[in-house]
């Protein structure tokens, strides 16, 4: 997110976590003077989350003193071992080709706090729109809770969680009025459509 009003509408609507993006080529950039300006109305018990792609470990680190970010997500080529120097948990994005590469990658994070799944589109690291195939998300038990990513809108997210059972789910350019722009009445509908899913699957 980019806005601060918005990031208190979500805020207010009972997220668990606001993603910035702080290091990445990508419309959704901010700058640290405005992550701050976020960090501010972000309250105790809601995970501030800072995005990379590619950047070194002092960029990281600057980032997390600047701004106070709670999590990393990593984005790019990163490794474990880069994630495990990081002063904050982490969570490892993986663009997913195929069920056997997903598999393969979700083994080489093995302290990654949580593994975020995002359909492959060549050239972009998220923010695509497109949405993940079934068959993509692994059949088999992995380490880490599995987050869904890539084209989740408040039309589809419903559906999507009775199919995938992920532990969360990442919203994005579903929302969007223009990159980094969200409409409200969508993030709304969104988080109810999300509440209601999740309610009902503890039910039965």
């Not at 997903?102 to 690291?125: E, R, T």
Request: proline content about 5%.
């Amino acid at each position: 997110m980019t806005n601060v009003a918005q990031v208190e509408h979500a805020v207010c609507l009972g997220v668990d976590a606001i993603g910035m993006i702080l290091q990445a080529n990508s419309p959704r950039l901010i700058s640290l003077k405005q992550a701050r300006l976020i960090r501010d109305v972000v309250p105790p018990f809601v995970t501030l989350v800072g995005v990379f792609v590619d950047a070194d470990h002092e960029q990281i680190e600057r980032s997390i003193d600047a701004v106070g970010l709670d999590i990393i997500q990593l984005h790019g080529l990163e490794t474990d071992a880069l994630g495990q120097t990081l002063s904050r948990p982490y969570i490892k994005a993986i663009r997913a080709k195929t069920a056997e590469q997903v598999n393969q990658d979700c083994a080489k994070f093995p302290n990654s706090q949580a593994i975020l799944l995002d359909p492959y589109v060549k050239g972009q690291h998220g923010g695509t729109g497109q949405t993940l195939d079934l068959d993509l998300w692994p059949s088999s038990k992995v380490a880490q809770p599995l987050i869904l990513a890539g084209g989740l809108s408040a039309d589809n997210v419903a559906m999507r969680i009775r199919q995938f059972s992920p532990f969360a789910v990442d919203l994005n350019s579903g929302l969007e009025i223009e990159p980094g722009i969200k409409d409200l009445s969508l993030v709304t509908k969104a988080v109810e459509q999300i509440n209601s899913t999740d309610a009902y699957l503890r039910s039965h």
